[in-house]
């Protein structure tokens, strides 16, 4: 079952909801605690959140695989290299988070089409969840302000 693609109005809300869950581990599992039940330090959430940002921007709503749409119309995957660069963080430290989102079943390989190679994407799990826990914190933080609760929950008519 596919899923329905995330509304461009539900990446900024997951983005501003990111931000808080940083500012306040306690509101948010996955910078709370990793599988080994040890509270994170400062700096693995501060990478995370750099991580999930750029992950986010490159996000295909409808694939949840990371990418760009190539000139010539192609789908090309999110490289290493690129993240590297975009987030501004070293590549060993880069590849620790993307274990550690592995783990908490965040991220998992993808083929964003038939006969393409795969890639990162998120889970629907994950998605589901980020999605459920950034409606809430909208709610309580009057985001909705100026839009229907529809548009929150990802309607568009």
Do not use: Y
């Amino acid at each position: 079952v596919a899923m329905t693609p995330i509304p461009e109005i539900r990446t900024a809300i997951i983005q501003d909801w990111l931000e808080d869950c940083f500012n306040s581990p306690p509101k948010c599992p996955l910078f709370n605690r990793w599988p080994d039940l040890r509270l994170i330090r400062r700096q693995r959430r501060e990478a995370c959140l750099t991580l999930l940002r750029t992950l986010i921007r490159h996000l295909d709503r409808t694939t949840l695989c990371f990418g760009f749409l190539h000139p010539n119309g192609q789908f090309q995957n999110l490289t290493m290299k690129h993240v590297v660069l975009e987030t501004g963080l070293g590549q060993r430290r880069c590849e620790r988070v993307i274990v550690d989102l592995k783990g908490l079943q965040a991220l998992e390989m993808k083929s964003p089409g038939q006969g393409q190679r795969p890639t990162l994407a998120f889970t629907e799990r994950f998605v589901e969840w980020m999605l459920w826990s950034s409606s809430l914190w909208a709610m309580e933080h009057g985001q909705q302000a100026g839009q229907s609760a529809s548009d929150l929950n990802g309607d568009r008519s």
